[in-house]
């Protein structure tokens, strides 16, 4: 079990040869219900049998059935869903397996269909509200990266962590000597540290300053272009106010969010830096969300957008669709046509997802999918669709 990535995404998308079998259900913490996962998950997977035995033969199904009920016994993976995760989506074919923890609860469904149900794992990859998170010390660093559900710490490649891996052996400043006239003799020469400062520590005094200000300088320029550049998400820090001050004096990172976290990061839990984080960067988010609804009408007065289903379904089909929001809850079962893009609507769950199809053709062709909070939505058909001509 893991978390999804957008590399997850594009290889689910990539796939070919249904049956697509997708569970997806909460998880519950607290006692007694914790303990019911692997129970419930066994009925879920009854109904996929079902479903899968309505469509295709048993010889077909019964390896596939088999592995989806072979997770019941994987004990670990129910004790550390129930304790950490809010949600499980398990996505099978005959040519994957995968089970993907959610920091979302998504709502109860099992699918049996030419595609997965994808929009709780759109949900976790998506940029839409997606941020990092800088936990900034005089001597360390660490870094988070998450959406509105959860954060996970990232150590990229590249990122100093430590002012010992910024400033490797030579971790006190450079300074000039001044002369006894106040004239300096032009080359720097290393500043003296204190005999007992242990190695990776930075020095004190003014020495300490200067040597902060290098790290941070080189804390700065490595994120700039190893994390936010390429990402172009919101960076939070997290410092004491006087670390606020400096870091923010020294960075060029026009990633990083006016609003910052105002205390010391040290011995601070990720669930409780997400609570403290998210206001930071909801504005953001916000306003970009905005700026997507305005967008959808503007177009839509021009004849360049849809919250009519059947229409996006056949726009996204011949690969029209620049931008699709659909709506976190909205559920309309069925499928979706895969050579001629029509609408197949039925009344069971169990059929799929007409807007998880739009969505994955608008990804399989390249277009933006943002999975938006119901009551954000600019339409109350699940969907609304921005045409690229």
Not at 16 to 37: L, N, W
Not at 306 to 332: C, K, N, P, Q
Request: charged content about 25%.
């Amino acid at each position: 079990m893991r978390t999804v990535t957008s590399h997850d995404v594009t290889r689910l998308l990539e796939q070919q040869r249904p049956p697509f079998v997708s569970i997806c259900f909460p998880t519950e913490k607290t006692y007694p219900d914790r303990h019911q996962g692997a129970a419930r998950y066994a009925t879920l997977v009854d109904r996929a049998e079902q479903a899968l035995a309505r469509k295709y033969r048993a010889t077909e199904c019964r390896p596939l059935v088999d592995r989806l009920r072979a997770l019941t016994h994987n004990e670990p993976l129910w004790t550390q869903a129930q304790s950490e995760q809010a949600g499980l989506a398990v996505l099978a074919s005959p040519l994957s397996f995968d089970v993907f923890n959610l920091r979302n609860p998504p709502h109860e469904r099992v699918a049996v269909a030419t595609s997965y149900l994808l929009r709780p794992l759109i949900r976790v990859t998506q940029s839409a509200d997606r941020f990092h998170i800088l936990c900034l010390q005089r001597d360390e660093v660490r870094l988070y990266e998450g959406n509105r559900d959860g954060i996970e710490r990232l150590e990229p490649n590249g990122v100093p962590l430590s002012v010992a891996d910024a400033l490797g052996n030579e971790v006190t400043v450079q300074r000039k000597e001044q002369a006894p006239a106040g004239k300096s003799p032009g080359e720097p020469h290393p500043a003296p540290r204190g005999k007992n400062a242990p190695p990776g520590h930075p020095a004190k005094g003014d020495d300490a300053k200067l040597e902060q200000e290098r790290f941070f300088r080189a804390v700065d320029r490595a994120i700039l272009e190893r994390v936010s550049n390429p990402s172009g998400l919101p960076l939070v820090l997290v410092a004491l106010p006087e670390q606020q001050a400096a870091f923010r004096a020294i960075s060029k990172n026009a990633h990083l969010v006016s609003a910052g976290i105002e205390h010391s990061p040290a011995g601070v839990a990720p669930k409780q830096l997400l609570e403290q984080a998210w206001p930071c960067v909801e504005p953001t988010y916000l306003a970009r969300l905005g700026q997507f609804i305005d967008d959808f009408g503007t177009a839509q007065a021009r004849g360049l957008a849809t919250d009519e289903i059947a229409t996006a379904a056949l726009a996204a089909h011949a690969g029209r669709v620049g931008r699709l929001l659909v709506d976190a809850d909205f559920t309309s079962p069925g499928q979706i046509d895969p050579e001629t893009g029509k609408v197949c609507s039925t009344n069971d769950d169990a059929d799929g997802d007409i807007v998880d199809d739009i969505a994955s053709l608008v990804l399989r062709k390249k277009g933006e999918v943002i999975v938006v909070p119901s009551e954000r939505m600019p339409t109350t058909k699940g969907i609304a669709a921005v045409f690229r001509f």
